[in-house]
């Protein structure tokens, strides 16, 4: 998968009320906005939004030293989260 990436970063520690140790790391993003129309509803949208895609944070070190902002393929896996499935970036395809 292509992505236009703006960004990496990673946070890492202990929660200060539950003393729970947290690793989570994302990437920045951005994604072409397109204008869409259903019977019941219309999107009007033009240009890019950003978003956040999770990263696996023991991949981090491969998009330090990136330049940015660019264009990479990623790859990608699916992950159980609270929600149900959540795709998550594994690494740089080389």
Request: aromatic share 10%; charged share 20%; with cysteine.
């Amino acid at each position: 998968m292509k992505l236009y990436i703006l960004g990496a970063s990673r946070r890492y520690g202990k929660g200060k009320s539950s003393g729970e140790n947290y690793d989570m790391a994302f990437i920045n993003t951005i994604t072409g906005l397109r204008s869409s129309s259903r019977p019941d509803n219309t999107f009007q949208a033009a240009g890019f939004r950003q978003m956040e895609v999770q990263l696996d944070p023991t991949c981090i070190n491969e998009f330090l030293g990136l330049n940015y902002p660019a264009e990479y393929e990623v790859l990608t896996d699916s992950r159980p989260s609270q929600n149900g499935l959540v795709t998550v970036i594994t690494g740089l395809k080389k």
